[in-house]
C-alpha cells in the first residue's frame, strides 16, 4: 500500500533560518507529489504539486521542493523562513496506476518559526 | 474563502447519536473527497464521489456513509458515535476525477467534538 512518511514532526527555527522538511514515500512507480500548508485555524492550502518534467519545482511564498525518485523523496525547503510560515506542512502522494486519484497524506510537520 | 463550503463548522454531541456533515465543491468541480484528521492518525482518506458515483473507498468505518446529490453538494453521514470519532473533518473537491494530478481544494472543516 501507498504510505508517506514525514519524519520531522516538529520544527522550531527561527526568522531567517533555512528550512528543510523531509518526505518520503513507499511507492515505486509513477507518483504525483504535493505539498500543502494548513495555517492555524483555516483550511489546507497547495503549496506546490509535482508530475512531471524538471524535478526541482518552485510553488507559492518561496517554497520549492526537489523530487528524487532514487531516493522515494520529496523534500520541501524555504531558504529564508518567516515568522508567518509558522504552519503545519503536509507531504502528499498520488499513484495514478492505482486508478485513484485520491491523496494519501503524510502525518504533518509542524512548523514554528520565531521572531 | 477557499470556495469549498463547510457546515457546521463545529459540532458537540454525545456518544452514540448521528450526525451529518455537510459539503458544497467549489463551483465546477465533480469530485468531493472526505477526509478526517486525527491528532494520531493524520489525514485519513474515507471516501470520494465522482458526479454522484461512489469513486474510491479509504478506511472509513462501518457506522460512516456519505453520498453525492445531484447538485454535487455531498453529505457524511457518522452514526452510533464513539469518543474516537472526536476529529476535524475535511472535505475536498477536484477538477474532474484528476485531483492526482492538479490537486484538491479543501474546504474549512467541521470538528466534531464526541462527548
Known amino acids: 500500500a501507498q504510505s508517506v512518511s514525514q519524519h520531522n514532526h516538529h520544527v522550531i527555527l527561527s526568522e531567517a533560518a533555512s528550512l528543510e522538511l523531509g518526505c518520503n514515500y513507499s511507492?515505486?512507480?509513477?507518483?504525483?507529489l504535493f505539498w500543502y500548508v494548513q495555517y492555524p485555524g483555516q483550511h489546507l492550502q497547495l503549496l506546490l504539486k509535482?508530475?512531471?518534467?524538471?524535478?526541482l519545482v518552485k510553488g507559492i511564498k518561496g517554497f520549492e521542493a526537489e523530487f528524487i525518485k532514487s531516493k522515494f523523496s520529496f523534500n520541501l525547503r524555504k531558504p529564508s523562513v518567516q515568522w508567518s510560515d509558522t504552519a503545519e506542512y503536509f507531504c502528499?502522494?498520488?499513484?495514478?496506476?492505482?486508478?485513484?486519484?485520491?491523496?494519501?497524506f503524510g502525518t504533518g510537520t509542524r512548523l514554528q518559526v520565531f521572531p | 474563502d477557499s470556495g469549498v463550503t463547510q457546515t457546521p463548522k463545529h459540532l458537540i454531541t454525545a456518544t452514540g447519536q448521528r450526525v451529518t456533515l455537510r459539503c458544497s465543491p467549489r463551483?465546477?468541480?465533480?469530485?468531493v473527497y472526505w477526509y478526517q484528521q486525527s491528532l494520531d492518525q493524520g489525514l485519513q482518506f474515507l471516501i470520494q464521489?465522482?458526479?454522484?458515483?461512489?469513486?474510491a473507498k479509504g478506511n472509513i468505518l462501518e457506522r460512516f456513509s456519505a453520498q453525492q446529490f445531484p447538485d454535487l453538494h455531498s453529505e457524511l453521514n457518522l452514526s452510533s458515535l464513539e469518543l474516537g470519532d472526536s476529529a476535524l473533518y475535511f472535505c475536498?473537491?477536484?477538477?474532474?476525477?484528476?485531483?492526482?494530478?492538479?490537486?484538491?481544494?479543501f474546504g474549512s472543516g467541521t470538528r466534531l467534538t464526541v462527548v
Open positions: 475536498a473537491s477536484s477538477v474532474g476525477d484528476a485531483g492526482g494530478i492538479y490537486g484538491y481544494t
Open positions: 511507492y515505486g512507480g509513477t507518483v504525483n
Open positions: 509535482y508530475f512531471s518534467g524538471d524535478p
Open positions: 502528499a502522494v498520488n499513484a495514478p496506476s492505482y486508478n485513484t486519484d485520491k491523496l494519501i
Open positions: 463551483s465546477g468541480d465533480l469530485s
Open positions: 464521489y465522482y458526479n454522484g458515483e461512489e469513486r
